[in-house]
């Protein structure tokens, strides 16, 4: 298998995201992200994340993989930048995928725990982290997969 491009990439986590089992692996009582890695080669990385109320990524991008997510129970925001950030609702059974680049916050803004899986492809190895300072998207650093998370 090869990286897989978007579309390709979010045909097979809609796949992996449909087995009404995957609600049972996640923590109803986490009270910070939480995350169960449900799928990993050296091509695809899937994983299942809980999100409880207030919880959020901060900006951040995915290196060289290509990503794909959807919401399997509650209510996410992600927010993209374009001059600002731009709020992207997604209920149960939306879905976002992205080019490798792909700049975003994701956020759980409700009062209960929303569940999301999430594809990448290649699997992560890095992921750059951005702070925002006098309104624009600065490069806080990059974290690697082994070390950072």
């Not at 725990?113 to 999430?118: E, G, I, K, M, R």
Request: hydrophobic share 40%; proline share 7%; net charge negative.
């Amino acid at each position: 298998m090869t990286a897989l491009t978007v579309l390709p990439l979010l045909q097979t986590l809609r796949e992996i995201a449909a087995d009404p089992d995957l609600l049972e692996l996640h923590d109803p009582t986490a009270t910070e992200r939480a995350w169960t890695e449900l799928h990993a080669t050296p091509d695809l990385q899937v994983w299942l994340i809980t999100w409880p109320p207030g919880a959020r990524t901060g900006w951040h991008d995915h290196g060289t993989a290509g990503g794909a997510f959807t919401t399997i129970a509650g209510r996410l925001h992600e927010y993209t930048w374009d001059h600002g950030p731009q709020p992207h609702g997604l209920v149960v059974g939306d879905s976002r995928s992205f080019a490798p680049g792909h700049l975003h916050d994701v956020r759980n803004l409700g009062e209960k725990a929303a569940v999301s899986v999430h594809a990448y492809s290649p699997r992560l190895t890095t992921m750059t982290r951005y702070d925002v300072t006098d309104g624009r998207l600065v490069l806080a650093g990059v974290e690697k997969a082994g070390a950072d998370w």
